[in-house]
């Protein structure tokens, strides 16, 4: 009797429309039999073959990269969703190549000349021909952060006009109470810091690089901030002249100049009545750059919805196509290509496997599916803020972003991480579709990398769609504990934004299989089901959601 009253209550506790909304249905999980290893690698062998040259943004790669995925798409019977009636979106870069000879510090006792590419990178904050400091005083602000919900501001009203910033990277992580602790938010990002110290009228800001506060070590940032660097047209607002990197030790030989201690900036940095700290140093540099515009496109298919009602909003999945193209100045027997197999051909191979499974149902879901292989991610996710700023539909019709970068490579997992856990609705859905393949959910392993404000659903999540951004999980079947974690360490370490990344014979797809058939099976969940998906209450993102849907609001009233 006490069993069948639980019962009875448990089943009341249960929303009604939560009953008549199967988590998946028997057309979809048929559907997601079309995602096998085989569909993923021949997409990645294509992306990620030598002839696409890295799929530099504006580049001939580039172009065939974009020409194959629309022709997949339309092979599918996706249809065009670009303005112009076409599957291209495009739009313009300016590339940006800077050549900066060197960084020179003086202060009265001395002087620190630092080395590109060895002690520091630099490129150009401008879009010009010459980008210069002169003389530029050097302040160190800590972590460069203004939080008025945390009661924190490291630049305490101090006029920081013409002067160049030393910042921290990452953001204060002791308190767990402050800045979610270990968790990086995006006040620990390095695009965040550039552009608050543009704000403030700075001339340049140098960010100190250390592995465990970027995530990654030093030769990514040389990889990634060398060669040409692409922008979006400049819009109106503050521009800073210079924006750099130095690396530890770099940075202690100047501090040295001010008769500072790094370790002791960075305890003081650390507490919330920091104070800027003038160093008595000047900092000079000067390099020209080449500066040209370059098209290139995201690539846009959509599948109609089958609801007459339902069918103007979209379920978004995003993926970005681009890669880093080629690298500058070939060694005998170097490899040039970087190929982006893993980052992200593997990525646009799951989309396109998700757009194959979505045509393997009796009929399209009743939300339209939104197919969006953006441009430009390694360049600071210019694709996806083109699209966010320029969208097919308004952003309260987007009922949510399903994101990928990435995949697993290394087999089957007992678990799944899900990036930003705790922030929307979805990760009730994700949950139990994990529990369907016998895994469950964790939340990101290493939060202290701010995965989420590094991939193309931030944009989206800005404009207040509620953002999905899941892959693999690090408890591998038939493998040791820890070993998921060394895999993925050893990975950036030896593969990440480097030549090496290729599609190699041992790549296991069996785990990517179930992380991309959860990716479908997500989608056609909420393509499917009347409630909208919603940021939880206080998250960061949920103001700009309800600002969203008051204007799709405001335009049916007019």
Known sequence: MKRLVSLLLALVAVPALAQRTPLV????KSASGAIVPDVLRAHVRFLAHDLLEGRGPGTRGDALGQAYIASQLEALGMKPAAADGSYFQRFDLVGITSHPKGMTFRAPQGTAELKFHEDFIAVSGVQAPEAKLEESELVFVGYGIQAPEYEWDDFKGMDLRGKTLLILNNDPEDDPKLFAGR????YGRWDYKYEQAAKVGAAGAIILHTTPSAGYPWQVVQTSWTGEQFELPAAEGPRMQVKAWTTEAATRRVLQLAGKELDALQAAARKRDFQPVPLGVKVSARFTSEVRRRPTANVLAMLPGSDAKLAREVVLYSAHHDHLGMK????????????GALDNAAGVAAMLAVAKAFRELPQPPR???????????EQGLLGSQYLAEHPPVPAGLVAANINIDGANIHGRTRDLTVIGLGKSSLDAIITGLAKTQGRVVKADQ???RGFFYRSDQFNFAKQGIPAAYFGSGMDF?????????QQREA???KHYHQPSD???PEWDFSGAVEDVRLFFLLGAHVARTPELPRWNKGDEFEAARLEALEALKEGASK
């Not at 249905?25 to 979809?28: H, I, K, R």
């Not at 939300?367 to 991610?377: D, N, Y």
């Not at 079947?477 to 974690?485: A, I, L, N, Y």
Request: aromatic fraction near 10%; charged fraction near 35%.
């Open 328 to 339: 500058q100045g070939k060694e005998e027997g170097e490899d040039t290509i970087y190929n």
């Open 502 to 504: 290729e599609l190699r």
């Open 183 to 186: 968790t990086r938010l995006w």
């Open 25 to 28: 249905t028997p057309a979809e």
């Open 367 to 377: 939300r339209s599916i939104l197919f969006a292989a953006v441009a430009a991610e």
């Open 477 to 485: 079947v038939g493998r040791p504990e820890g070993w998921g974690k």
């Open 446 to 448: 290493l939060s202290d």
């Open 491 to 493: 990975w950036e370490a």
